[in-house]
């Protein structure tokens, strides 16, 4: 089964050993065909979601995302406008302790493929701020931010509906700009996912998906149960992924023990 993620930071962290996306596939038998950015907004998942081939996905996870999240294209990550505030304000990811790496090792990162679009880019820190201090001057405002949101959010939720691909929509209820005439046609709505980030959050780039390492064998158990008990426990639902699973020949749907630390 091929597992596709999509959103911000808390599935943003495809290469460590013990981040939940990698334990839940390994468990699954499954292979990751995307995943999240940091800061990753609403647009980015449309836009990648819409990049992925149908063939390479039987199930979306989407972390559903935040207004402030903007969409920047030709680089590998997104940022949060309300909080890159002109008058020098930008300049947090390199002047934060927390991502202080950003200022001591830029030429080191520059050569990570996570960053690398990020880096090649912009070159230095102070082209990046001149670009930002720019758009906030001219072309930020928070209106045209919730309507960018809201038409992405649609265009997802019709897509997922169109495709009928399986799809876990992950909420924040803590942080809900999903408005309240909006309701999802398509796939299984969850909660608890953000919940358990929020509550093993470090935030901190260093560990996967900014959480802790406990914290990210408690989100791969949790959406293993939901992927269990949603779409692979019920006849209905077997036949719906095993029908979904076959491409030029019959493909055996294999159920693993549960995942365990």
């Not at 912009?122 to 072309?139: A, G, L, R, S, V």
């Not at 692979?232 to 693993?256: D, G, I, K, Y």
Request: proline share 4%.
């Amino acid at each position: 089964m091929n597992i596709a993620f999509y959103g911000h930071s808390a599935c943003a962290a495809p290469n460590h050993p013990e981040s939940w996306l990698n334990l839940l596939c390994n468990k699954l038998n499954s292979k990751m065909t995307n995943y999240g950015s940091l800061q990753g907004s609403e647009e980015r998942i449309l836009y990648e979601l819409k990049k992925t081939r149908l063939p390479k996905l039987d199930l979306a996870i989407i972390f559903h995302s935040y207004y402030s999240y903007t969409f920047i294209p030709h680089i590998d990550r997104d940022f949060n406008m309300k909080g890159l505030e002109k008058n020098g304000r930008v300049s947090y990811l390199w002047d934060n302790p927390v991502h202080q790496q950003f200022e001591e090792e830029w030429q080191q990162h520059s050569t990570n493929p996570i960053f690398s679009k990020f880096y090649e880019k912009y070159k230095t820190p102070e082209n990046f701020k001149k670009c930002i201090e720019i758009y906030k001057d001219y072309f930020d405002h928070k209106d045209l931010q919730m309507n960018r949101y809201y038409g992405a959010l649609i265009q997802i939720d019709q897509y997922i509906t169109s495709k009928k691909i399986n799809c876990i929509h992950v909420v924040d209820v803590e942080k809900n700009h999903i408005p309240n005439w909006f309701f999802f046609t398509s796939g299984v709505i969850d909660t608890e996912g953000m919940k358990i980030f929020r509550e093993n959050n470090t935030i901190n780039l260093k560990d996967p998906n900014g959480v802790t390492i406990e914290g990210n064998y408690k989100m791969a158990l949790h959406f293993e149960e939901v992927i269990r008990n949603k779409f692979l426990n019920s006849n209905e639902a077997r036949s719906r992924v095993a029908l979904h699973l076959v491409t030029n020949q019959e493909t055996e749907v294999q159920f693993p023990q549960p995942l365990q630390k």
